[in-house]
RNA sequence: GCCCGGGUGGUGGAAUUGGCAGACACGACGGACUCAAAAUCCGUUGCUCGGAUGAGCGUGCGGGUUCAAGUCCCGCCCCGGGCACCA
């Protein structure tokens, strides 16, 4: 099969009509009126003050309209066709409401830091600004070849230093900044150093305020920054020579980007407290235009468990199921838990079972045993600083170790740490192990293990012999093992009898009573890791002096550029490496003289940057004001386009992008938005207020016997003679449209072969937006059909004359036009662009059939059509004598006359049979409705002779007779 | 395993609240134009029977509710995505 476009209708034909609409006219007219555009900033949206208030076409008092993409990275390998699907959904959108009566912004930047962009830049040789630059540009004309109706003066990239200079400027105003559990909002950091001050808050650790040092004081406070230095577990990659993100890290412990190993190591890295805002960032979801499936992601995510802190003598741990305390045999930690050492004897109790103690002599060779079991042997010498938890720990084998199927669950491995501790419902000493299934990172990272109604417990229970006892009862029919339903209450004390919820209840209170324990609600997600050893990020806005403690550069350092480093390249390290930031090469860079209040001194500067979400979290707010070199946005543009006319949410009226930002980008903007409105800076909660996911343009890809992809272009045969390339036989499989199985075909192949309002008009036809799509070049032919059609019944094809004549249309035209432009206007409001370029080619198609089509309809047609084919929707309105650019003209309006007619055609079934169909007066009664129906030759035949048994009218719908 | 989506002609898809299943398009077939081909235009196109009016069957499978089910209910099967020892 051969995919490629069918060549261009040669314009030098000698029988094809001089005016026909082709590739060639198509490509003329299109790079024409792109000029025009730009040259009268036809897309230039006017703000309510400042800098860009400018409003030749006065529409700043109209309702706003913020319509925006994902922004892309600038890829070295430019844009095929599968990219802009979202980027002309929201131009038709953006399009069409600017002609319904909106104030519109709608634009595109470039998320250009980041991982790919130095990746690519890693293996061409050249420094990332070179490439970056370069890739922006390819895919600036490309976007602009497409006709989309950017707004050009807003694309910011976020490698300006006029934009990360306010990145820098927002990361300060979350470091200098803490959140009041009470109040559960972020305010700023001196705000807490007053109460400290005035006695009127003491720092959680327990310490005095007023006995502290300067140098203690920054300390606490770092307990309590937004942004802060910890040392912690963290994902460290030595082949990207960089630490990412839990969010970065796959399942199976693998790198997002590139599929490296990644290794938990304990290292001092800036975090993001954004699980302080867990509740926040749970509960406004609810107020969210979003798919349902984005919000469960983030749910999960987030991962909100209420339950219940029990103590057991020294260890807390955290069930969702205190109701079943009277069934806990035993307590699992997880191994790397601090109190491991702190608990463990000398030597085994006695009568220990043999099972327990994994075969060692003593606890402690047990616990070493079992912890180098699950973890990799530490080869870098200074064990003693190991202590438990710090050991590298590939995800990999604390994955793996069932050794069976990946569905199943995991064999369950432990040992005695030879102590018991007391459980407080019932003062029984119950055993404690260590195990692998306990994670150190969730709740307290220690369990009591309740057998009779969990799986997990019930499987350790099973293999190390422990007592079983159910507090539940299960029902009679039910088959044994652990039992998580609901009922009844038993061999628990005073508990007894009542339903599981009732008994949470219960035992919450007995706890909080006795002391030993509270409700409370634990969530899965972590803080933030907020550091690179990366070169092109941004370099974060911080010093140190010798304590260590950061220290905020003041807002008159920003912004703080990047040093050109020649060398920068991160370098490859091997998997006992530690991470190493490319600006620690930046020797003159690393060091800067600066007088923050006690004289000029040398500070050492801080040589991690920041992540890639970085930029992504606030871009959309520089949209709103590019240039301004005072604010990140003045107060006044942001309220404009930020807030709703209703009051409610704000934000973003409608972002578009693909699902895999689902819970990183989505959840890490939605945190940064929140604090920005609790420090005052928006005016809203939630940066996204519509949020659609659109699908992918997936193509045909085919793999040669060794199983590697060949380039679909160059694949011959079909599906009955079978699939070859260069007369090797291929396979056929079918996937998301890129580089890696080589079937990409990109705009440029489509804008010679066809125009890009016919890639724009194709892709907008295939299907629904959130929808994935097969790319089918063969197909795109028929939307330039369409537009041919539509242009021949406009212009004639020999002259290039006009051929509308003005007469008004007849009444059935009339009423399939009005009938047209409601339903568009539905459609496109619905952004169901598909089912409107139906409607609009069913419209065409009475038009194909009529001599010559009257100028009301061919305007409506043109007016229908311009958001969607922006160009030949221009050409058109101009030859048709239009005023202006065919953009800023009213959408056509449908009138409610027009939509009802005298008569209407009406289904009649027999017995739920369709048996035909009725043309009827629409002010026609009930009765003779039924009549007519009745009359049908081909109905009376069906109850001719049958007694009559019932018979209705559903007013405008059908008539149905029941025999 | 759990949680979301989704299964409609040869293909992509359409079908407000249950109310004419298959809009619109691709492809295929037939015709016009042409020396010929491409392009363009016209016609046919869910399957079966029939000359035709028409009849029967038909939205993954099996039941059910209803005058009426792609749509609602119960039980399955298959495909795609997310999560995955989270206590």
């Known amino acids: 099969m051969s995919d490629s476009p069918d060549a261009a209708t040669a314009a030098g034909d000698s029988d094809t009509p001089r005016f026909r609409y082709d590739a060639a006219r198509a490509s003329e007219i299109e790079t024409r009126w792109q000029t025009v555009w730009a040259e009268s900033g036809t897309y230039e949206t006017p703000n309510p003050s400042g800098w860009l208030s400018e409003d030749p076409f006065g529409v700043v008092d109209r309702p706003k309209l913020f319509v925006m993409d994902m922004f892309p990275y600038p890829s070295g390998s430019g844009l095929h066709v599968g990219h802009p699907l979202g980027y002309i959904a929201t131009d038709v959108f953006a399009r ?99 109460e400290f001050d005035a006695g009127e808050r003491q720092p959680s650790n327990g310490r005095d305020w007023a006995s502290l040092d300067d140098i203690e004081r920054r300390e606490v406070l770092q307990d309590y920054r937004l942004a802060y230095l910890a040392e912690a577990p963290v994902n460290w990659c030595p082949a990207l020579g960089t630490v990412l993100a839990n969010e970065e890290v796959t399942s199976e412990g693998l790198s997002e980007r590139g599929d490296h190993r990644v290794f938990q190591r304990p290292l001092r890295q800036w975090m993001m407290r954004i699980t302080a805002y867990a509740e926040r960032l749970l509960d406004d979801l609810d107020l969210l235009d979003w798919p349902e499936s984005v919000k469960t992601m983030q749910r999960n995510w987030i991962g909100r468990s209420v339950g219940a802190h029990i103590n057991f003598d020294s260890i807390k741990v955290f069930t969702t199921r205190p109701d079943t305390v009277f069934g806990a045999t035993y307590m699992v930690l997880a191994p790397e838990h601090r109190l491991v050492d702190e608990l463990v004897p000398a030597v085994w109790p006695e009568r220990t079972d043999p099972k327990w103690t994994g075969g060692a002599l003593t606890p402690s060779e047990a616990i070493a045993r079992y912890r180098n079991g699950v973890a990799r042997t530490d080869t870098s010498g200074n064990g003693a600083d190991h202590v438990a938890g ?298 996204f207020k519509r949020l659609v996911n659109q699908g992918y343009i997936q193509a045909w890809a085919y793999r040669d016997a060794r199983g590697s992809y060949v380039p679909a272009d160059r694949v011959e045969g079909d599906r009955q003679t079978g699939f070859t390339f260069e007369g090797e036989p291929v396979t056929r499989t079918f996937g998301k449209m890129g580089k890696g199985l080589k079937n990409s075909v990109t705009p440029d192949e489509m804008y010679t072969a066809y125009g890009a309002d016919t890639l724009r008009l194709y892709e907008m036809s295939m299907g629904p937006i959130d929808q994935d799509r097969p790319w089918e070049t063969r197909s795109v032919v028929g939307s330039m059909r369409l537009l041919q059609r539509v242009w021949r019944n406009i212009v004639d094809e020999t002259s290039g004359k006009l051929t509308v004549v003005d007469e008004t249309p007849d009444d059935s035209l009339r009423r399939a036009l009005h009938r047209t432009i409601a339903g568009v206007r539905a459609d496109m409001d619905a952004l169901r662009f598909n089912t409107a370029i139906a409607k609009i080619t069913e419209l065409n198609n009475l038009l194909t059939r009529i001599e010559r089509t009257p100028r009301e309809v061919a305007e409506a047609l043109v007016l229908m059509l311009s958001p969607l084919v922006p160009h030949l929707a221009e050409e058109l309105w101009k030859l048709l004598g239009g005023q202006g650019s065919v953009t800023c003209v009213s959408f056509p309006e449908a009138h409610p006359a027009y939509l009802v007619a005298d008569t209407f055609d009406l289904p009649v079934q027999v017995n739920g049979r369709l048996r035909a169909v009725i043309t009827i007066a629409c002010d026609a009664s009930e009765e003779e409705v039924l009549m007519a129906a009745e009359a049908d030759p081909n109905v009376n035949a069906h109850i001719a002779g049958r007694k009559l048994r019932r018979s209705m009218v559903v007013p405008g719908r059908m008539v149905t007779f029941v025999v």
Request: with cysteine.
């Open 390 to 687: 710090h050991a590298d720990k590939p995800y990999e084998t604390a994955i793996s170790g069932s050794g069976g199927d990946s569905g199943e669950s995991k064999d369950k491995t432990g040992v005695f740490i030879g102590a018991f501790v007391v459980n407080p419902v019932n003062d029984e000493p119950i055993p404690v192990f260590i195990s692998d299934y306990v994670l150190m990172g969730y709740g307290t990272g220690a369990i009591m293990a309740v057998p009779g109604q969990d799986e997990r417990d019930w499987e350790f229970a099973q293999t190390f012999g422990l007592p079983i006892i159910r507090t539940v009862q299960p029902p009679v029919d039910f088959r044994g093992g652990p039992y998580l339903g609901d009922g009844k209450i038993i061999n628990s004390g005073f508990l007894d009898g009542l339903n599981v919820n009732d008994a949470k209840a219960a035992i919450i209170d007995w706890l909080q009573e006795h002391g030993c324990g509270d409700g409370t609600v634990t969530y899965r997600m972590r803080d933030w890791l907020f550091s690179r050893q990366r070169y092109w990020g941004e370099p974060f806005p911080i010093v140190y002096d010798p304590s260590g403690i950061p220290i905020a550069l003041p807002e008159t350092e920003l912004p703080v550029t990047l040093p050109d480093l020649i060398d920068w390249a991160p370098r490859v390290l091997d998997d006992d490496s530690d991470p190493e930031p490319p600006l620690g090469r930046a020797q003159d860079w690393g060091a800067i003289k600066l007088d923050l209040g006690d004289g000029p001194q040398i500070y050492r500067r801080e040589l991690n940057t920041m992540p890639q979400w970085a930029g992504s979290c606030w871009y959309y707010l520089r949209y709103l004001d590019p240039t301004n070199e005072n604010a990140m946005v003045d107060g006044d543009v942001e309220r404009y386009w930020m807030s709703d006319a209703d009051g409610t949410v704000g934000g973003v009226d409608l972002y578009v992008g693909g699902v895999e930002h689902a819970v990183l980008h989505l959840l890490y903007s939605r945190f940064w938005h929140k604090v920005l409105f609790d420090l005052g800076h928006v005016g809203g909660p939630e940066p």
């Open 96 to 194: 069409f409401k600017r002609m319904t009566g909106y104030n519109v912004l709608h634009t595109i930047g470039f998320d250009a830091f980041g991982l790919p962009a130095e990746e690519h830049a890693r293996q061409t040789g050249e420094h990332p600004r070179v490439n970056t630059e370069q890739n922006m540009a390819v895919m600036t004309r490309q976007m602009t070849r497409l006709g989309l109706g950017h707004d050009r003066r807003r694309a910011v990239a976020t490698t300006d230093e006029s934009f990360y200079r306010w990145t820098q400027w927002i990361f300060l105003q979350i470091f200098d900044s803490w959140f009041d559990p009470v109040a559960k909002i972020a305010r700023p950091i001196r705000e807490l150093i007053a």
